[in-house]
């Protein structure tokens, strides 16, 4: 029994190896991808280390103005080669075009007379926060639709990419076809952001299932979006889970999208404070 022993204790430290190894906390994100939102501009600067230290390659940096803190934020970003694009967005465009069409305008002067300048521009414009999107629900979205469906012809050459939830699938006619809302979004954007927010894997792939086979059809990128924040519903937001949780989660979504698809993270500051 002796001459065993050597033998059985090479067995233990291996099989305790091994567990250790299948065990061990998943701490990063394995995606070509990984966006977040940055509503508050005056955050300091360990909220950027914070986003290089977890592998962020692009920004939607929220400013409604244009200046040198604009510029001083970019390029600290690009020399942690982090991507930026301008996040703006409010529902009264749907039906004030006019206002956004301002916006741009400013946009493009700021990229067309500065040396550090934004990747695109990042929309989030929710029709349903309409005060009367439950009474005008189809108009709203027809006209939310057609918006976007203006910017492509208005902008051909300004990367446009959008934020949208996981449930536009009323159908829409428009210039006599006929379809669901996500799918002329999609067709019109350089790129969209699905605001799948749910605290599982499996639970986030089947509520953006649609959208996730039409931009494959298209051969389109889209991000998956998930939520951070405490929004006091936990099948929407990892806050209950905490952050190790979702990373574990996130990685195991990778395995079922396409290679180019990315995901995104809702936001910067609940995300830093995440457990």
Excluded at 173 to 199: C, F, H, P
Excluded at 233 to 239: H, K, P, R, T
Aim: aromatic share 14%; glycine share 2%.
């Amino acid at each position: 029994m002796k001459k065993f022993m050597p033998i059985i204790l090479l067995l233990m430290l291996f099989s305790v190896a091994v567990l250790i190894n299948v065990t061990k906390p998943i701490t990063s994100l394995n995606y070509n991808t990984i966006g977040v939102w940055w509503w508050n501009n005056k955050l300091d600067s360990t909220y950027l280390d914070f986003a290089q230290k977890n592998g962020v390659s692009e920004i939607y940096y929220y400013t409604s103005s244009f200046n040198d803190k604009t510029q001083n934020f970019i390029q600290n970003a690009k020399t942690k080669d982090i991507r930026v694009y301008w996040l703006t967005g409010e529902y009264e465009w749907i039906e004030d075009n006019d206002s956004l069409y301002q916006k741009l305008d400013e946009f493009i002067l700021y990229q067309t007379e500065n040396e550090n300048i934004f990747d695109g521009v990042h929309f989030d414009i929710e029709p349903h926060q309409h005060p009367q999107f439950e009474d005008k629900r189809t108009e709203i979205l027809l006209k939310f639709v057609q918006l976007i469906i203006n910017l492509r012809i208005k902008y051909p050459n300004l990367y446009l990419e959008y934020d949208i939830p996981c449930w536009l699938d009323d159908k829409l006619e428009i210039n006599g076809q006929k379809m669901e809302a996500y799918k002329y979004i999609i067709n019109n954007a350089d790129r969209v952001t699905l605001m799948s927010y749910r605290d599982s894997s499996e639970a986030i792939y089947n509520f953006a299932k649609d959208e996730i086979e039409y931009a494959k059809s298209l051969n389109k990128t889209i991000n998956l979006a998930v939520e951070t924040q405490d929004v006091g519903e936990d099948i929407v937001s990892f806050f209950e889970e905490g952050n190790k949780y979702m990373l574990s989660e996130l990685n195991k979504l990778k395995k079922a999208i396409p290679e180019n698809f990315g995901i995104a993270i809702h936001h910067i500051v609940s995300w830093k404070e995440l457990n």
